[in-house]
């Protein structure tokens, strides 16, 4: 099938889309969560459109799916309010709570959320262009880290129980709520990315201001009433709007302690920025990155090219663990080339819900034109679109361009592209490729892809403190959650992982006595007659 062909029939009739996959009527939305009511919003509303076209006899147009509230800057800190009255100081009813008590609401939580599954994932499909099959991986995904979260608290308290002595001083450490929480994730993982921090937050204590991103926002409607019920009112507390209008007068009001933020790093910095006393306000930030893959002379080309497909085209491209710069060596890049295009041809476009389909329309509006404006800077500069068919456009549809020679000259050798563009440097000086990375504005993760252990070793040795994470024959990713997830530079502050995102969201709170028999029957009764809830050996199971 020709390109053209390809792109023509790309967008379906609207009697061709299967019918378990059809969503009805247009959702008007305008229900928002706070202190554990569902209010209604009668003011403006936003339209959400879908990354989907149907094809019409009046041309392509552009599904509809709904709208949702344009809160105001009054609704936004009546959530505060909530949060902040609801966690009282830390003499709330949720943050003075046993570690037991929370993980029985977030369990309740986890039930309700898993009876949304298929409308969850259908609009995930319609939503963000995400296919099936990844979106039903980000939701199972999302599941599981919940569980694996409960288990991480249970052995986090486990070891939380016991009392160490040291140099003649009795204490038993615990970990604490910091606070308030603003927690808003991107769109390109709008349940997944977001809920690995909303989720940590919550069962360590704290109270959550939660603002879901600027794409994938309906999906979060069918999970409203299971944080209603599953959480004391004004514990968690969803609103929705522009940003300008309702997270910057949260950040201005100095009663968010933590910023928990996946995007930009320009955003992130500005919104810092509005926190009027910042040495108190922790951040824990996912932003930007540009992470390279670098094939090195001797490799297996086979791995290095369906890594290097995966890495930078999964999900077009829309993921900060993408793959986004390709250095090769010049002496196989031609043969590298060759092969990459082969792979990318075989790639299947199409609607999400197409069987097997691997490239999808982009949610983001006028996410091609930008797409468009870097090709024409690189070919302008010396580049060539090296697979058939790359950058050709239909509506918010970009089949993907690979582009080489790729140079410093270039606005795609340090810009982030975020999507189906492909980058390729060809280059004969190692060096070439350290200095890259060393002077890069990002450090998030970097693949190296190659056979030979003394280039391997250099290079990691090179890239150890650049860089968050390096893998060696394989594609950069976030998993397994168990491993932690960070970055340097502009692209991250604090870590996650599902251990780690624990720590952050709390702090160690000690209660220390001299080692003397007073003190020692002082505990012992305060712990056989349960007056504390801190000061505590039981074991949870």
């Known amino acids: 099938m020709s390109q053209e062909s390809r792109l023509h029939n790309l967008f379906p009739k609207a009697n061709e889309i299967p019918e378990v996959f059809r969503l009805g009527n247009p959702i008007e939305q305008r229900e928002y969560l706070i202190e554990g009511e569902l209010c209604?919003?009668?003011?403006?509303?936003?339209?959400?459109?879908?990354?989907?076209?149907?094809?019409?006899?009046?041309?392509?147009?552009?599904?509809?799916?709904?709208?949702?509230?344009?809160?105001?800057?009054?609704?936004?800190?009546?959530?505060?309010?909530?949060?902040?009255?609801?966690?009282?100081?830390?003499?709330?009813?949720?943050?003075?709570?046993?570690?037991?008590?929370?993980?029985?609401?977030?369990?309740?939580?986890?039930?309700?959320?898993?009876?949304?599954?298929?409308?969850?994932?259908?609009?995930?499909?319609?939503?963000?262009?995400?296919?099936?099959?990844?979106?039903?991986?980000?939701?199972?995904?999302?599941?599981?880290?919940?569980?694996?979260?409960i288990q991480a608290l249970k052995e986090l308290d486990r070891r939380s129980s016991r009392f160490e002595l040291e140099q003649g001083t009795l204490g038993q450490i615990r970990r604490v709520p910091l606070g308030v929480v603003l927690c808003m994730g991107p769109y390109n993982y709008p349940l997944n990315e977001t809920f690995t921090t909303l989720i940590p937050a919550l069962i360590m204590g704290n109270t959550v201001i939660f603002k879901p991103a600027k794409f994938g926002v309906l999906l979060i409607r069918p999970l409203l009433e299971a944080f209603r019920d599953s959480f004391p009112a004004g514990v968690i507390n969803i609103i929705y709007g522009d940003g300008r209008e309702t997270v910057s007068p949260l950040m201005s009001s100095g009663k968010i302690d933590v910023f928990a933020f996946i995007g930009t790093n320009k955003v992130a910095s500005d919104l810092k920025k509005l926190h009027p006393r910042p040495h108190r306000l922790r951040a824990v930030l996912g932003l930007d990155a540009k992470n390279p893959g670098i094939v090195l002379p001797e490799v297996d080309l086979d791995n290095a090219v369906n890594e290097a497909i995966t890495g930078a085209l999964s999900f077009n491209g829309q993921r900060c663990t993408a793959l986004k710069i390709l250095f090769v060596h010049e002496s196989i890049a031609d043969s590298f080339l060759e092969k990459f295009n082969q792979k990318l041809a075989a790639l299947k476009p199409g609607m999400p819900w197409d069987t097997g389909v691997a490239l999808t329309p982009l949610p983001e509006l006028g996410k091609p034109d930008y797409l468009q404006s870097l090709v024409s800077d690189a070919l302008a500069k010396g580049a060539r679109i090296t697979n058939p068919g790359g950058g050709e456009v239909r509506e918010s549809f970009f089949y993907p361009a690979v582009l080489y020679p790729v140079t410093p000259e270039m606005r795609l050798y340090q810009e982030e592209q975020f999507g189906p563009l492909i980058p390729v440097v060809p280059y004969r000086d190692l060096h070439t490729v350290i200095n890259y990375v060393r002077e890069s504005d990002y450090g998030q993760q970097l693949s190296l892809f190659g056979t030979n252990p003394q280039q391997i070793g250099l290079l990691v040795d090179a890239f150890a403190n650049q860089v968050g994470r390096i893998n060696i024959n394989t594609q950069c990713q976030r998993g397994p959650d168990s491993f932690p997830f960070n970055g340097r530079k502009n692209s991250a502050e604090g870590t996650l992982s599902v251990h780690d995102a624990l720590r952050v969201f709390s702090i160690r709170t000690l209660v220390a006595t001299k080692f003397q028999a007073d003190n020692k029957q002082l505990i012992s009764d305060i712990i056989h007659n349960r007056h504390s809830g801190f000061i505590s050996t039981d074991y949870l199971f």
């Not at 949304?116 to 099959?133: A, S």
Request: proline share 4%; charged share 25%.
């Open 40 to 149: 209604r919003w009668e003011g403006a509303l936003a339209t959400v459109y879908s990354p989907v076209y149907l094809n019409t006899p009046q041309g392509d147009q552009q599904v509809v799916l709904g709208s949702t509230p344009l809160l105001d800057a009054k609704a936004a800190l009546s959530a505060l309010d909530a949060a902040v009255q609801a966690y009282d100081n830390g003499q709330g009813f949720w943050p003075t709570r046993s570690v037991a008590e929370r993980i029985q609401h977030v369990e309740a939580f986890l039930g309700r959320m898993r009876e949304q599954r298929d409308t969850v994932v259908k609009l995930l499909m319609w939503e963000i262009g995400k296919n099936l099959k990844d979106s039903e991986k980000e939701f199972d995904r999302t599941c599981d880290y919940i569980l694996d979260t």
